[in-house]
């Protein structure tokens, strides 16, 4: 599966609806100090499923949605939308046979959020593992945070190998392994 679009709306920053097409090759992203880029990668970790809003440099979860500035008013409610292209037929099921994913995740302020998959609604978890099976995800280390590397490099071996099953895509299937073993 590819990230091929990310679509925000009033989540932190991007208070008006904006889109980017994500196309092969994008290896980085730049611009002017506070200009949000930060913020673009908090998004998709927010859409995979990220559950604490300390990682997402919030107060609490409200705070991922538009608190207002420069005389624009806040807002009440913030929507990201990840489009994953399935041409590959790597999605889990039941939507293996679709040939694109919308995921999308919706806050609104003290409500809570509401998980969405091509219009489907589904718990976090189901996101959290779909993800996962893609060897990616709001903790994986498919995306890399300032200081992560160094972390890798000095972590103890058990928190090591939990990267090489990220990256080997077995991560999800541990996850359905705890969860089972909990029932
Ligand atoms: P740097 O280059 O310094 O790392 P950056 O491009 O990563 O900057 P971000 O950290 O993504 O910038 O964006 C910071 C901006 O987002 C700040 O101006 C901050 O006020 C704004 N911001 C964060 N949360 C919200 C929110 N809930 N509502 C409105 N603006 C917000
Ligand atoms: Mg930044």
Known sequence: MKLTRLRLVGFKSFVDASELVI???????????????SNLVE????????????ALRAAEMNDVIFAGSGGRPSRNTAEVV????????LAPAPFTEQEE?????????????TYRVNGRE???????????DASTGARSP????????????????????RVLEEA????????????SELK
């Open 23 to 37: 196309q092969p090759g994008l290896t980085g992203v730049v611009g002017p100090n506070g200009c949000g880029k």
């Open 43 to 54: 998004a998709l970790r927010w859409a995979m499923g990220e559950s604490s809003h300390k």
């Open 82 to 89: 990840i489009a994953l292209d399935n041409s590959n037929r």
């Open 101 to 113: 994913l919308e995921i999308s995740r919706r806050i609104e302020r003290d409500k809570g959020s």
């Open 122 to 132: 589904v718990r976090a978890r189901d996101v959290q593992l779909l993800f996962a």
């Open 142 to 161: 498919a995306l890399v945070r300032q200081g992560q590397i160094g972390e890798i490099i000095n972590a103890r071996p058990e928190a090591r190998r």
């Open 168 to 179: 080997a895509g077995i991560a999800g299937l541990h996850a359905r392994r705890h969860e």
